[in-house]
C-alpha cells in the first residue's frame, strides 16, 4: 500500500481553508467555487462537498463551462458515473463547442470506459483543431494511436508535439516511454523514463518502469 504524505494533506488542509476565505469575501464567485470544488475532490477526496459547491455554481449560473466539466470530471472519477460524466461533457459542448477541455474529456471517456476508438479520436482531433497545443489531448491522443490502433508513426508525432509544448510532462513521457519499450528501443525508453524520473524523482511508478527495463535489458 502507498504512503501518506502528511506535507501534501496538510497543505490542501491549508488550501481549503484559504479558499473557505475567500469565498466569505466573495461568495458569488464561480471562479473561486470551481477551484475549490477541484481541491475538495482531487486532493481531499471530499466528493459529495465538492458535489455541492459545483451544484451552487450551476443554481446561479446554469451556462458555466468551466463548472460542468469539473462536474463531469466528477461524476467520472468521483462516483463513477460515466452516463452522468458524459452528459455533463456533452452540455458544456452545446453551450461552447470549442471547449477543449470537455472535447478532451470526452475522447478520454470515449477511449477508457467506452471503447469507442472512432468517436475518442473525433473529439481529440477537435480538441486539436481549436488548440494544437493542448498537452492532454496530444497525449491522449498519442496513446489512443498507440495503443487501440498500432498507429506507432502518428502516436511518435502526438507524443513528440505534447514534449515540444511542455518537456517535462510525466504521462507523456511515461506512455512515450512504453511505446518505445514495446518497439524494440531500449535506449530512447530509458531515455524517457530518465527524463520523467528526474521532473518527479518521487514517481514510484516510472521508478519500477525503469528499473524493470533495466532488469530484462541487462
Known sequence: AGLVDESRRDGAGEAKGLYERALAVEPSSDE?????????????????????????????????VLAM??????FEDG????DRAEEMYRRALDMDPTCVTALCSL?????????????????????????PKHTTTLCNYGTLLHDAMNDFERAEDMYKAALATEPTHPTTLCNFAGMQRERGDVAAAEKLYRRSIASDPSDSVNLCLLANLLREAK
Open 69 to 74: 466539466c469539473k462536474y463531469g470530471r466528477l
Open 32 to 64: 473561486i467555487a470551481c477551484d475549490y470544488a477541484t481541491l475538495l475532490h482531487a486532493r481531499l477526496g471530499l466528493a459529495d462537498e465538492a458535489a455541492n459547491v459545483l451544484k451552487a455554481v450551476l443554481e446561479r449560473n446554469a451556462t458555466n
Open 79 to 82: 462516483y463513477k458515473q460515466h
Open 107 to 131: 475522447g478520454t471517456l470515449m477511449q477508457d470506459i467506452l471503447q469507442d476508438y472512432q468517436s475518442a479520436s473525433t473529439f481529440y482531433r477537435r480538441a486539436l483543431e481549436v488548440n
